[in-house]
């Protein structure tokens, strides 16, 4: 674990170029542009190689899609506690996206003319759905549930399959549940592509939504523009500002479950108050490290992704939560502190407030979805919401009189920007 101390003159040097880690290597890129390519000539083709050179699954085009009655079969098999999580978890989403859901508006504006927005869904939307290291079931409803709520005409859901081509029961289950009939068992670059291009058995996507690793996130950013992407989330992050009111067993826990993800590019931080909470902290984590299987992958984080921050005042936590702008932020502080700093940080991705407020609530039951920016992204974008499954048209109309009043303005930006048409176009209907 390193440490950096807010007196130190080089401290904020050393946090930049710790979070600049997460740039993607020039490799990765490479590699990723290399595949897409490959998927965007020779489709179904390309991606059946790579099925089976990364995944040693033998599939063909007609392998690609998962049967509906496969999707019901696994709920049917669902074991009756895991059917009422998803149900339960299912409920609290729906709920908190229904409540976030824009409305079409008109009114009138100075000149006396009809303006407005309405809302529509967008045609047909590709959500990604990772399984490397776990099946990520929550991710499902995370995303496929607003989709719902948006009414999106056409869901189709990329998710991987093992070397015999079958996918994980616990996220067919959930698909079932959400209401999602096209699946299809690709993962990876290859899926990317398949979303932005098309292929002979895939119909191209309008928007891709979705979390994934460096590979996946690099593919997305690769397409834009071809294809609309919902954001770059990757690698999970934590950031956890504690203060003595914070309880430590608490805090090494929140920090050992998202370094778990697995990947090893997870970012991990602890800023505290005092060097004695960092140290009891640390303390901690060696011991709860014993209690988890993961902690070979967990250790590799720690190593590699851990930074502990020492303040001397939580307006300094402030200031530097809003410089990472972390995809997750736990303030296990007092609460009226928790107060101030929830006003003073801008930039978080969720925020967490209170010694009994984890993230993984967030990751699964509270309600807003966990598909978050990373990397600091969260200094310009926000979490997923139904209205990125929307697409907006602003609405206008004038009549005659609207037009006289609005006229003499109209001319003088014509003027100014030297575009003799467009003044003409609004004089000749006066």
Sequence with gaps: MRTLHHASKDFAAELAAFCHG????????????????DVRQRGDEAISYYAAKFDGAKLRGRDFPVKPADLAAAAKRLPAAERRALTAAHASIADFHRHAQPANWTGKNQHGALVGEKFDPIRRVGLYVPGGTAPLVSTVLMTATLAKIAGC??????????????VAPGILAALHLVGVQEVYRIVG????????????????????????????CEA????????????????????????ET????????????QAEHGSG???????????????????????????????EKIQSVLAEGFLALEVKSLAQAADIANYVAPEHLELIVAESDAKKLTAAITTAGA????????????????????????ARAARFSSG??????????????????????????????????RLDAHGRSVRIRL
């Design 22 to 37: 997460a740039v993607v290597p020039p490799e990765i890129s490479s590699a990723v542009s290399a595949i897409l390519a």
């Design 153 to 166: 005409p056409e869901i189709a859901v990329f998710t991987p399959s093992n070397a015999d081509g079958k």
């Design 189 to 216: 670059v290859p899926a990317i592509g398949a979303m932005a291009f098309g292929t002979t058995t895939i119909p191209a996507v309008d928007k891709i939504f979705g979390p994934g690793n460096a590979y996946v």
């Design 220 to 243: 997305k950013r690769q397409v834009f523009g071809t294809v609309g992407v919902d954001a770059l989330p990757g690698p999970s992050e934590v950031m956890i500002i504690a203060d």
């Design 246 to 257: 914070a309880r430590v067993a608490f805090v090494a826990a929140d920090l050992l479950a």
């Design 265 to 295: 590019r997870e970012k991990i931080y602890l800023v505290a108050t005092s060097a004695a909470i960092i140290a009891a902290v640390a303390s901690e984590i060696r011991t709860q490290l014993q209690l988890i299987s993961h902690n």
């Design 351 to 374: 925020i967490m407030i209170g010694n009994h407020t984890p993230t993984a609530l967030g990751d699964f039951v509270a309600g807003p979805s966990h598909v978050l920016p990373t």
């Design 384 to 417: 997923l919401r139904v209205a990125d499954f929307l697409h907006r048209t602003s609405l206008i109309r004038y009549e005659r009189a609207h037009v006289k009043k609005a006229g003499p303005t109209v001319a003088a930006f014509a003027a100014m920007e």
